[in-house]
């Protein structure tokens, strides 16, 4: 009998933990490769963890709410097998990529070379005998931490030692000033980690219980993913000046055509072709026309985007919404957009997006019309500077230009919005682009093929 540890992978860039959300399997279930354990939350996506080998489920390391660093073990399986081979496999596989002695890492934007030999101003232990590896005393040698600092940082390791994710985690908060564990910088004075959690207690304001004054309204919680969107929306707002313009734009030959080809498409790719990759490709061309409504604005300069990457916000089954990105998708023709608009909408409503692949869009549409809606005012998806929304299209009467003249008719109508950052988007430039995205879509080509 063999034992396999399970690891928390790697869960995208800048991702250095996860909370385990839901077990999927308890001791002494039985679990087949490539099958769930465990689903994990992040600030970016909510996913699954699956099995690497058949087994058994012999111990879990953490409990539901439990934050884990990636990299830790968060489970032991017991497989068929020779355990002291494996035992051996898994020791030679940490030999080659050990944990503590990788050759370069990332704090903030600067990139610091470290070698396990390099200098260093502290031992292997702090005073209290917490173990300091050469990687986390070369970390806090380079960002200037102190001793007395690195006494008071709660370790997530093995026996309360400091980890790379620790060091890296305490750098960011101290320089933001967000601290969960205060500790004195004076390196001549220093306070234990138990008087920091008091004296970090008392500085935060109490929080108010809601309640009820009827006693008949119901208190309900946000969940942590609300809770992301919510700070999310709110930061936008603050950020960004919003404007938005409306076009209402004929798509009647674009309904025709899909319509034509929709039943063919889907006996021969084995999948639907919904209106949603027709919109990201018509919003595709328009940035390639109008490249400045691709960027970003850090500070009083502005970040023109080489790369078209855009997102499609997708409601969950549990009423949230996730952003997952189509890169580079203005590479990608009408069949390539609709296979992956597909998948990432059906991986996202199954929690198995990863999060790469919620991160890097420079432009966001959103879908009014999925719920019939005619049209809204999206809010701007940070720290891309446009969102356009498209709303239902129906069937109205419509003035129809024609070289005998002008007659009404039954058209397929809808109405585009373009929210903008007016900041660097201006009134011209977001009615133009937007206008254009409108002018890709009344035109379309009814005898396309596909």
């Known amino acids: ?157 093995k026996d309360g030692r400091i980890t790379k994710a620790d060091i890296l985690k305490y750098i960011r908060n101290r320089d933001t000033g967000n601290l969960g564990v205060m500790v004195e910088k004076d390196p001549d004075r220093s306070v234990s980690a138990g008087q920091s959690l008091v004296k970090a207690h008392e500085t935060l304001p109490s929080k108010p219980i809601a309640v009820s004054v009827s006693g008949e309204d119901e208190i309900i919680e946000m969940d942590r993913m609300r809770k992301l969107i919510a700070d999310h929306m709110v930061q936008s707002v603050k950020t960004s000046p919003h404007v938005t313009s409306f076009v209402e734009i004929d798509v009647t030959d674009l309904v025709e055509w899909r319509n034509r080809v929709k039943n063919e498409f889907k006996k021969r790719e084995g999948q639907n072709i919904t209106f949603t990759p027709i919109f990201i490709e018509a919003a595709a061309r328009a940035i390639r026309d109008f490249p400045m409504v691709n960027v970003s604005v850090d500070g009083s300069t502005v970040v023109k985007k080489k790369r078209i990457n855009i997102g499609m916000a997708t409601a969950l089954p549990n009423g949230n919404l996730i952003v997952p990105v189509i890169k580079g998708a203005d590479q990608l023709n009408i069949v390539g957009l609709a296979k992956s608009v597909n998948d990432l909408a059906n991986r996202a409503r199954g929690n198995k997006l990863k999060p790469d692949e919620i991160a890097g869009g420079t432009f966001t549409i959103t879908n009014f019309g999925s719920f019939d809606n005619i049209t809204g005012t999206p809010i701007i998806n940070q720290p891309e500077v446009a969102i356009l929304g498209v709303g239902a299209i129906k069937k109205k009467p419509a003035v129809v230009e024609t070289p005998q003249g002008d007659f009404i008719a039954i058209r397929h109508i809808m109405v585009l919005a373009l929210s903008y950052d007016h900041r660097v988007v201006d009134g011209a430039l977001g009615g133009q682009f937007l206008r254009r995205v409108g002018d890709y879509l009344e035109k379309w080509d009814k005898n396309r093929t596909v």
Do not use: C, H
């Open 1 to 157: 009998m063999a034992k396999y540890e399970l690891y928390l992978p790697a869960m995208g860039e800048g991702v250095t933990e996860a909370t385990i959300t839901k077990w999927l399997k308890e001791v002494g279930d039985t679990v087949e490769e490539d099958e769930a354990i465990v689903e994990v939350a992040t600030d970016k996506v909510d996913s699954e963890v699956p099995s690497q080998v058949d087994g058994v489920i012999a111990k879990l390391f953490f409990e539901e709410g439990d934050t884990p660093n990636v990299g830790d073990v968060i489970a032991i399986i017991t497989t068929d097998g020779d355990d002291d081979k494996q035992e051996q496999e898994e020791k030679e596989e940490r030999q080659e990529t050990p944990d503590e002695e990788i050759s370069t890492f990332a704090i903030n934007t600067d990139i610091i070379t470290t070698q396990e030999d390099s200098p260093n101003a502290f031992g292997s232990r702090t005073a209290t005998g917490k173990f300091l590896s050469p990687l986390v005393r070369n970390i806090a040698n380079a960002e200037n931490v102190s001793l007395p600092e690195l006494d008071g940082v709660k370790g997530s390791g």
